[in-house]
């Protein structure tokens, strides 16, 4: 079963079992619909007791895990939900992890590599493309760039300007 990261502990909060998470999700808010989680390179579910929002961050407290004793051991890991916890997507919108592997080809049907990893940066992500032989090519995703993204069909179509993959 795919796990999808939706969130990294970054410290505890305060000595009940708090734990403190960047959310690595478009909406903080995601934490308070999920029952539970996987915490990374623990077995078994996680039951959520209580999510509180603290700036950008969600404070979590799970459920038979009240004493920073019993979790200080979780900082730095991450923490997962699988694929029947995603939510639907507005179309044209795509998760990171659908995308991760996806080939990448230019409208002139040249094979340009996979997508390695998709940087979050400002307004636009942009895929970092990567092909056998080491050779990278940043492309921003806007639909000018990348016309075509099908799922499916494991690929992506890649419209560069001049000099964008050279």
């Not at 992890?97 to 094979?111: C, E, F, N, P």
């Amino acid at each position: 079963m795919k796990k999808l990261k939706v969130g990294r502990i970054i410290n505890t909060h305060g000595i009940k079992g708090g734990l403190k998470v960047t959310p690595l999700t478009d909406e903080l808010e995601r934490f308070a619909e999920l029952e539970w989680v996987y915490i990374e390179g623990v077995e078994g579910k996680f039951y959520i007791n209580k999510v509180q929002y603290q700036k950008n961050n969600a404070i979590i407290t799970f459920k038979d895990l009240d004493d920073i004793n019993l979790v200080e051991k979780f900082k730095t890991k991450f923490l997962y939900i699988d694929e029947s916890q995603k939510r639907e997507l507005p179309e044209d919108t795509f998760y990171i992890s659908d995308i991760i592997g996806l080939k990448a080809y230019t409208v002139d049907h040249v094979y340009l590599g996979k997508v390695k990893d998709i940087l979050q940066a400002g307004s636009n992500e942009v895929y970092i493309i990567a092909n056998e032989d080491g050779k990278e090519y940043l492309i921003p995703s806007v639909k000018e760039f990348i016309p075509v993204i099908d799922i499916e069909g494991g690929k992506i179509i890649v419209d560069p300007i001049e000099g964008m993959i050279e």
